[in-house]
């Protein structure tokens, strides 16, 4: 079982992530805020992250990069999600750090397909 800390500031969002993380097997950890993610990194360090590229603090690419910047995260797989339609947008992600970017809305098959990718699970 992985433990997953979701980053996003819409709670239906935040919502159908944890359940499609449960149904998987795993844990979800959800923050609504960049500063929330960051203290509850600090917690217990999970073993995917997925943030939204855009949170109501912090932009999504700013924390992505302080998430490699700090050696509690440094290592943790960081997979980006925006509902931009812009094309450049995953390209940005990588450059900031991410392993992965995806588009929304996830479907349920990738999402699970991104979870075993990254935990092994």
Known sequence: MARILFI????????TLKR?????????VLAS???QAQTLLGDQPPDLILTDM???????LTLV???KRNPAAADIPVVMLSASPEID???????AGAEEFL????RLQTLQD????YTGG
């Open 89 to 95: 947008a995953s390209q940005v992600a990588m450059e």
């Open 8 to 15: 996003d500031d819409d709670p239906l969002t935040l919502e």
């Open 103 to 106: 588009a929304k809305p996830i």
């Open 114 to 117: 991104v979870i075993e990718r």
């Open 20 to 28: 499609s993380a449960e149904i998987f097997g795993h844990e979800a």
């Open 65 to 67: 990069k302080d998430f």
């Open 33 to 35: 805020s960049g500063e």
């Open 54 to 60: 855009m949170l109501p603090d912090i932009d999504g």
